[in-house]
């Protein structure tokens, strides 16, 4: 028998009430979460058959065997029962390898935290540290995923846009200290970034790192492209730059540069206090990344550099044609990137990035995610993605040089 309290003034719900949605069936943050017009675009190309897609971020490399193996030799032995939470020690520990010889730092494994993609740790670190209220700087051009997962937490956030001078993008680090204000709680950024390509130089990281520490605010660097450099082992990290118990997080992912898009695993790094606070959150969350995935990561971390250096070799071709043929297409505004594998660009006299976007894949049959989707100073940009293979990436220009033609 259902009771009440008496002092309840609720009316008993009827079959109707039932049936009847809700004014506000979800969280506040839910109701107010804008849309991703690039997936939405992105959906809308794949439905033509003959368009080349060059909107979503990721090469056509399949997964290196070894990487496969690895993983399907860890199923057969039975590794496919949970794993802890925060991955497996073998596994944290060649993390920790891995930023001793590429990145020449002593992290150890209590500040290493395994995640199911670099979206998830990038989930961790920002609701672990905003409450409703709180206020992000993000650094835009951004990928708007990120900007979703600011939004789901209850905080808000305000753009930092970078602007494109002189042939490359840039900061005004005035500008970003001077958006802080007291509701400020972390610095939201991504280098090497997506969809520009730009680089946070060593000194400026510095400089920011300083600024974080006096405000107490945090960082949170999305460095999933560090390995994506064309002049340079490695892209500089904040890590170089900053002590273990900074208020800093480091987002990582298998997904660009193993080509690992599919495998979902990734890894956050931050200092060792916060270790039991994402443990319980990854715990709640998904109890743990997949024990055999770990494997693979592994053996991506171990032999995966040759791999990297070929990845990195092709999309450099790609990049030096494309930077060759939009310089004799009349209307095109490109400066090439010194990392990613994206190019970030306009058209001239198209000022609608949205519209112009879904025109290409209508009359051209090329998709490529619309420059509004990354922030609100980059309406009239596009953003292609040169991972594909070179005979497409040329297909696409035929295409576009087509089109601009018309």
């Excluded at 670099?118 to 951004?142: F, K, M, Q, W």
């Excluded at 055999?292 to 990049?319: C, D, M, P, V």
Aim: charge should be negative.
């Amino acid at each position: 028998m259902l009771m009440t309290s008496p002092m309840s003034t609720n009316p008993p719900l009827s079959p109707e009430s039932l049936l009847k949605p809700e004014s506000r069936a979800f969280r506040k943050c839910l109701e107010k979460l804008s849309p991703n017009v690039a997936a939405e675009l992105l959906r809308y190309g794949k439905q033509r058959p003959d368009t080349i897609s060059l909107a979503q971020g990721e090469g056509e490399a399949p997964t290196p065997d070894f990487i496969i193996e690895a993983a399907t030799k860890a199923m057969q032995d039975g590794k496919t029962f949970y794993a802890p939470p925060l991955g497996i020690p073998e596994f944290r520990q060649e993390i920790a390898t891995y930023y001793s010889q590429i990145f020449n730092l002593n992290i150890p494994t209590n500040r290493i935290f395994v995640t199911a993609s670099g979206t998830t740790a990038v989930h961790l670190a920002l609701t672990s540290i905003l409450d409703e209220g709180d206020e992000v700087l993000a650094v835009t051009p951004i990928w708007k995923n990120l900007i979703g997962i600011i939004e789901m937490t209850g905080a808000s956030f305000k753009e930092v846009c970078m602007t494109e001078r002189d042939g490359e993008w840039q900061l005004d680090l005035n500008e970003l200290f001077d958006a802080c204000t007291e509701r400020t709680k972390a610095i939201l950024l991504v280098t090497p970034s997506n969809p520009t390509g730009w680089v946070m130089s060593k000194e400026d990281m510095e400089d920011v790192m300083e600024f974080a520490r006096e405000r107490g605010i945090w960082i949170v660097s999305d460095e999933i492209y560090a390995r994506t450099t064309y002049n340079s082992l490695r892209a500089p990290s904040f890590l170089d730059v900053s002590e273990p118990e900074d208020k800093l997080f480091i987002v990582n992912s298998f997904s660009k540069s193993w080509a690992m898009t599919g495998w979902r695993l990734g890894w956050l790094i931050g200092p060792a206090r916060v270790e039991s606070k994402i443990y319980d959150m990854a715990l709640y969350e998904y109890m743990a990344p997949p024990m055999f995935t770990q494997y693979g990561g592994i053996a991506a971390l171990r032999h995966g550099e040759t791999f990297i250096k070929n990845q990195s070799l092709h999309w450099r071709t790609n990049l030096d044609l494309i930077t060759e043929r939009f310089g004799k297409m009349e209307r095109i505004i490109f400066n090439p990137p010194p990392a990613s594998f994206y190019t970030f660009f306009r058209i001239e006299g198209e000022p609608d990035s949205l519209s112009l976007a879904r025109r290409l894949i209508d009359e051209a049959g090329v998709s490529m995610a619309p420059g509004c989707s990354f922030g609100s100073g980059c309406g009239d940009y596009l953003r292609m993605c040169f991972g594909a293979s070179t005979a497409k990436i040329n297909d696409a220009l035929d295409r576009i040089e087509t089109f601009l033609n018309k």
